[in-house]
C-alpha cells in the first residue's frame, strides 16, 4: 500500500475518521482492494478508471460486519464515510491477490452475505453478438458453488451471470449460451484462470495443471488425483463444509478431475492455434452437465485427434542435436535426422469386427452402430446361425456348451471344486476331513489372491480354458465328443480391444507421431502410418528405425518409386542383434546399420535406435488409465500425455530448433 496516499486521505478526512482505528482502516482498503472486479461490474461504470459513488449493497453489508469484528462498532454511515476518503487510494492499488488471513474474514462474514472470497463472473460486460451492437449485460443470477483452488483447497463461492436484454444470451465465466440453451460458445480469449466443471463446482487452473503433470510424470489416474487433492489440500472431514453449513459438497471427485482436464486441455490448443482458430470453428460443448456426459466432449476431441494424427502435430518439425546432425555429402553439408518406430500393447475397446474402426456407442458394446446385427448372431466363431433369447449363443449343442461352461467358470465353487478335483487324481489315498479343509483354505486363497480372469486364462481341464476378454475355447477332449472332430470350437462373447499403439520418435526422445492399429501390427500398416504422417520426401527422416524394416523393405520393392525406397530402413541395433538370424542375408544386406557409416560418430553410434522402445517404457504406465476409454478420449488424453512430455524432454535437449512446416510438407498441405 502506497503510504503517501493513505497518510494525505487520513489527514483530509481526519475528522470523520478520528474514531476507527488504522486496523480496521487496513482491512477496509485490503477487502475492497481484493473486490475491485465485483465493485467495478456491479456499478455498472462507465470509465473503469474511477470508482463507483456508491458501494455494492451486499459489499456495504458485508464491510460493517468485519470491521466491527475487529475493533470498535462500525455502522453504515462509517463505511459510507471510509469510502468517500478511501475510494481512490483503492482504485489505485487495484486488484491484488489476498491474504489467507483474509480469507478468515470472508468465511467469517462474507458468505452469510454472498460474498465469496473469489469473484466468479462473465469476462465480458457487453454483448458479443454483432446484431446486438454491444449492449450492456445485465439481469445477475447467483448461486451456491465450490471452487477448488491450490492455495486455499476448496473455498466457497458465489459465481454469477449475465444476460443481454436484445438477444436473451447468457454469460458466464468461461462462456455463453444463446436462448436455445442448447450449446456453449467458449471465450476468445486466453485460457480463464478458473475453470467451470460443473453447475456447482469449478477449478483454478494451477490445480488442472497439477494434475495434468501428475499424470504425465507419474500416471495418476483421475480418481487418484481427486484422493489426493481432498486428503492433502481438502476438506476431507467437511470440518470447513460444516462449520459454514455449505450445501455444495467440498470434495473434489473424479469428474470434476476429467472435466476439468478435458476443458482445461481444449482451452490450450485453442490458445496455441491462435484466434484466428475461433474464428473459424469456436469451442462449443453441449450445455447440459449431466445428460450424455460421457459424449459431451465427443465432437471437439475428433476435432482435435483429426488434427494430431499428421503434421500438424506439435513438436513435429523439431530438430536438435540428439535426432539430427550435419554431414558432409558430395562435399556439401547436408542435415541428417533419425527417428525410430515401434508398437506398444495397449488400447481401447472396439468393434468385434476385424479391423472395424468405427466408434462404439459405448464402451460396453460389443459391435459399432453399423455392425450391431452381429448381436443376433451365435457368438461361436463359424457360427452364423440366429441367436436364443437371453443368450449370445444358437440353439446347437456345442455352442450352448461354450456358454455354460463361460457362466460356471465365473463361479468361485465350480473354480475350487475343479482344484479339488485335481488334488485328488494327485493323492494316493483317500482325503481324510482334515486334509480336505487344508485343501479347501488353500484354494480359497489362492483363488482370492489371483485375479479370476488372470487365473481362468490359465486354466485348461475337461472345459478347456477361457482367455481375458470372457471368451471360451473348450478342450480337444470336449471337442471331439461334441463334433467328432479335433478343432476346438471358440466362442467371443466379450469386448474386443484394438491390437496395439504405434509410435514415431526420434532419437532424442520426441515423439512426433501415433497411430492405434486395429487388428495387429502389420508391416502394411507401418508403412500407412509413415505415409500419412510424412507426405512428401522432405518430410521424411533420413534414417527410420524399425525392428521389422527387413519386411517392409521387401513390401516396398514392387514399388521403386516409393518415396520410402528413398530413406534409410536399418533394423534398430538391439532387435538386429536379438530378433534377427545372422543367416538372413537380405536383412543384414539393407538393415543393418553398420552399413550407414552417416550412423557412427567415431566409435560410437550416432543416434539413439532405442528411443521408441523408451519412449514405450514410459506409454506403459498409462495402460491402466486408458484401457476403459472411449476411442476419441482415448486418443485425446495419449496425445495430450504426449505433448507435455515433448514439453518436459525440450528442457534437457541439446540445441532444440525447429524447420518450418512449409519445408517439410510444401504450401499446398498447409493451405
Known sequence: MDVRYLIEALTKDYKTLKDISFKQIILFADICSHLRPLLQRKGQLVNPDVPPLRLYSKVHHFLVDALSEHGSAVDFAMVDRLWTSLSRLVWKLGHKPASKSLLSVFLEHGIKHDIGFVTI????DRCMHPDCHETPLRGDLTYKATLFTLEYGPIPVYPFSQSCSNCRARYYNNYFVHSQQEERTFYPLAVPSIIHVSTKFFVDTTVCELFANMMMMAWVSHTNCSRIYNLALGDHNEERRNKLDWKPDMKMDREHVSEGFYIHALLLDYARRGEDAWRECPLTLPHSDTSNRDGRFRDALTDHNHRFSGYLRPDYNHVCDGCAAVVERDGQSALIRSMVTDGIVMGHPCCSIHDCKNPLPSTQSRFCSEHQDQENLCATVGCSNAVLPGSKACGDAVCQRLEQERKERGKAMFQLKERLSQHREQSDGPVTATTSTLLTAAMIDSAEGIGSEEWTSELVGEFGAMDVSGNSTMSAKTASKATGSNKKPKAVYGRKRTACEV?????????????????????????KFWEHLFPTLESLPTY????????????????PNHRLNKVALPVDVFHFKAKHSKKDAYCGQHCNAAN????MDGEK?????????????????????????????????????????NEWLRQEQKNPRTITLEALVGAGHLS
Open 121 to 124: 463472473m462473465p469476462p465480458v
Open 503 to 527: 509410435l514415431a520418435v526420434l532419437s532424442c526422445g520426441t515423439i512426433v507421431g501415433r497411430t492405434t492399429m486395429y487388428g495387429s501390427e502389420a508391416v502394411t500398416g507401418v508403412i
Open 544 to 559: 527410420m528405425w524399425y525392428d521389422n524394416n527387413c519386411r517392409v523393405k521387401r513390401a516396398l520393392e514392387p514399388y
Open 596 to 599: 550407414f557409416p552417416e550412423l
Open 605 to 645: 553410434w550416432r543416434f539413439n535406435s532405442s528411443a521408441a522402445e523408451q519412449a514405450n517404457a514410459w506409454m506403459a504406465g498409462f495402460l491402466a488409465i486408458v484401457r476403459e476409454m472411449r476411442k476419441e478420449n482415448f486418443n485425446f488424453f495419449l496425445d495430450e500425455m504426449i505433448r507435455r512430455h
